[in-house]
């Protein structure tokens, strides 16, 4: 049986500098006839490069110095350009992390994937037919319609679905998957994941899986490999690796991880100290040794072999202590005096948006109404398009609303827009993006960057700005050091730092966190997950954090408000919220979300996607998708979002009793679940 990839001994350069930069080191693993391979570890430690390196789609400044790749028994150094054509066309297929950009935003959808037939002689007819039923393949209901319609017509999920159908058109012997869900809500990566993993045993695919989503690498494959700093540190079985780690970094790694339950008011997370080294940095011991409590001068001296353990591999001259590596995090959590107010800090009364076209209306929020108290974090969840990077605009004053709701801030009424703000107003709430690089000036230093938002928004100049800006940085872990480069030369996670610590200039009682670690691997989710709740804890300041990894909201989250088609359907404690018994639609998102251990859970699968807020269902809006709709009440009549127990609230016309029993859940034993408190008992 020939294997669908193997790479031998693999040594990747980039030349740079007048001179090569070795980026992936004596590299070897293999994927069998229908196995699932993930590469996991931190971002620059090689995964996309080796995915590149197999197909030879390396940029101009990239070359393998060393070693073989073989793809289905083909030596792909070896091939020349028209063979490479045919085993791009014809074997291998790939699927990149933003699929918005893998498409062509000039063609349909459908001319897309015929293409492809036609290019392996089918004609135009057959072609298209053949694309209308790969769609239904890949669970596109209505592909006719689907397949008239451009990329950014399309959600970000049916945008997947489509390159995954493209890549699949030409039934490859191997599928390489470059993070396929991260971007994704939950509902809909669960989707995508089952879709590959029901593809893969229809055809047989291999399939190299890269990601810093652990958990979903535990859901998705046989056996896993760790990569540092361009060097295989540790291989084996995805299941033993998770549950026994034989490498620190490793260990350290799946430390980084909120697990079930844990709240940043009980423990921080553990970090890795210190940074990857640099591409082409000469290496004499273990690659990981300065980050490594564990390591000693034998680690810095000789380079560890790749040692077999059994059918597992570790590359570490300790492999037997790794579960001894001390934390670097204290979790010990620090006890400051809270600040106690007698009003919210932030009072929604009705809040309504509609957006107004030509021949319909969409209203993205209705009547939402909710409190954030001084210090709490509400966590906002909802898959795509349910309404919550609306509701964020209209707290900032980035859009109006409708007329009749209003938006408190200490007890008094904000002007709608952020122009008719006072300039206390502006500074009492600010925002941090998930995308650093959109929202940091290329051109200018970080010193600039922080400087200017200390003059705007708090009014400093000479030397009380410069040691306010110490300060500041100083609170975000960040040196003196960085403050004369400018965000190109940072890395993501230091410039999320750079992010916060604009948005703290003004010393803000309110902060709107959008997605700010969906993009980070999980060392660096943790470290931003740690100082978010660093600075939250010492300055009693207020959050909105909004994110698809209900795992990081469980952690960072004091109160919990679920979305759907703009509308709150659960609303409580965190711990209410996540121990059940839930809202429907709350019980399908956790559903969706894999678990690290691999335990195979039943997941609850919503038909279709979420419905057009133009155009929302009658009566309960979730009705169309619910799992657990009793009937025509469901159909007719909308349920009020009502108070099921103190500080719990839920909109369904189910009795919570009930919900408790259609979930499996003891209401004697949810009744003495332990629930951290929120702030003066609000929900």
């Known amino acids: 049986m020939t294997d669908a990839l193997v790479l031998d001994h693999l040594d990747v350069a980039y030349h740079a500098r007048g001179r090569d930069r070795a980026v992936l080191r004596d590299v070897s693993f293999r994927i069998g006839e229908g196995e699932a391979y993930g590469l996991v570890g931190e971002s620059g430690c090689g995964k996309s490069t080796a995915a590149l390196a197999a197909v030879r789609y390396l940029p101009r400044n990239g070359s393998v110095t060393g070693g073989r790749i073989a793809i289905a028994g083909e030596d792909v150094t070896t091939l020349g350009r028209d063979a490479l054509r045919r085993l791009r066309a014809r074997t291998v297929s790939m699927v990149y992390q933003d699929p918005g950009k893998a498409l062509n935003p000039t063609l349909r959808v459908g001319r897309q994937i015929a293409e492809i037939f036609e290019l392996a002689g089918a004609s135009a007819g057959d072609a298209r037919a053949r694309a209308s039923g790969m769609l239904k393949r890949v669970r596109i209901s209505d592909p006719a319609r689907v397949m008239q319609r451009y990329a950014h017509e399309l959600s970000g999920g049916m945008q997947q679905r489509v390159a995954i159908a493209m890549a699949l058109a030409k039934d490859p012997a191997l599928l390489i998957l470059d993070e396929p869900t991260t971007g994704l809500d939950a509902t809909v990566e669960a989707e995508v994941l089952d879709l590959i993993a029901e593809l893969r045993r229809e055809f047989r695919t291999s399939i190299l899986f890269i990601s810093h989503n652990l958990a979903v690498v535990a859901k998705m494959c046989d056996r896993v490999g760790v990569l540092y700093a361009g060097m295989l540190v540790e291989e084996g079985p995805t299941q033993a690796l998770f549950r026994d780690p034989r490498h620190p970094y490793t260990v350290a790694l799946l430390r980084c991880l909120p697990r079930a339950g844990e709240h940043k008011g009980q423990n921080r997370l553990d970090t890795i100290p210190g940074s990857l080294p640099l591409p082409g940095a000469i290496i004499t011991g273990c690659p990981f040794a300065e980050r490594c409590a564990l390591a000693d001068d034998c680690c810095r001296r000789e380079l560890p072999a790749l040692i077999d353990l059994a059918g597992r591999f570790s590359r570490c001259h300790y492999h037997t202590r790794a579960g001894e590596l001390p934390r670097q995090t204290p979790a010990e959590v620090r006890s400051l005096a809270h600040r106690t107010a007698p009003e919210p800090v932030l009072r929604i009364d009705n809040l309504n948006k509609t957006f107004r076209s030509r021949d319909h209306n969409l209203r993205a929020v209705a009547d939402l109404s909710l409190t954030i108290e001084v210090g709490e974090t509400l966590g906002l969840v909802g898959e795509s398009g349910s309404g919550k990077t ?57 010193r600039h960057v922080i400087g200017r938002a200390l003059k705007q928004l708090a009014g400093l100049s000479g030397e009380a700005l410069k040691a306010r800006l110490r300060d500041l940085i100083r609170s975000v872990k960040l040196s003196e050091r960085h403050l004369s480069a400018k965000p190109r030369q940072l890395s993501g996670g230091l410039k999320q730092r750079v992010a916060i610590a604009r948005a703290f200039a003004g010393e803000p009682r309110l902060v709107v966190c959008d997605e700010p670690t969906s993009a980070l ?39 919990i408000a679920v979305l759907y088609l703009g509308r709150i359907m659960e609303l409580g404690s965190s711990g209410r919220v996540f121990s059940g018994p839930h809202h429907p639609y709350t019980e399908a998102l956790l559903s969706a979300v894999p678990k690290l251990d691999g335990a195979s859970r039943a997941r609850i699968k919503l038909e279709g996607e979420i419905p057009s807020a133009s155009n929302p269902p009658s009566g309960c809006v979730f009705h169309t998708r619910c799992p657990r709709k009793l009937g025509p009440i469901c159909e007719t009549q909308e349920p009020p979002l009502a108070e099921a127990e103190p500080g719990h609230a839920l909109r369904c016309h189910i009795p919570l009793a009930n919900l408790a029993k259609l979930q499996g859940i003891s209401m004697h034993q949810h009744s003495e679940t332990v629930v951290l408190p929120t702030r003066h008992g609000r929900p």
């Open 390 to 446: 609306t509701f964020a605009k209209l707290l900032l004053g980035l859009l109006p609303p409708d007329a009749g709701g209003s938006i408190s801030f200490d007890a008094r009424t904000l002007p709608p827009l952020l122009d008719e703000r006072t300039d206390e107003e502006v500074k009492a709430m600010q925002i941090v993006f998930q995308n650093p690089d959109s929202a940091l000036n290329r051109a200018h230093s970080i």
């Open 521 to 559: 691997d999980v060392s660096v989710q943790a470290a931003i997950l740690n100082l978010l709740a660093d600075l939250q804890a010492e300055k009693q300041v207020s959050y909105v954090f909004i994110s698809h990894d209900l795992g990081v909201v469980r952690y960072l989250a004091d109160k």
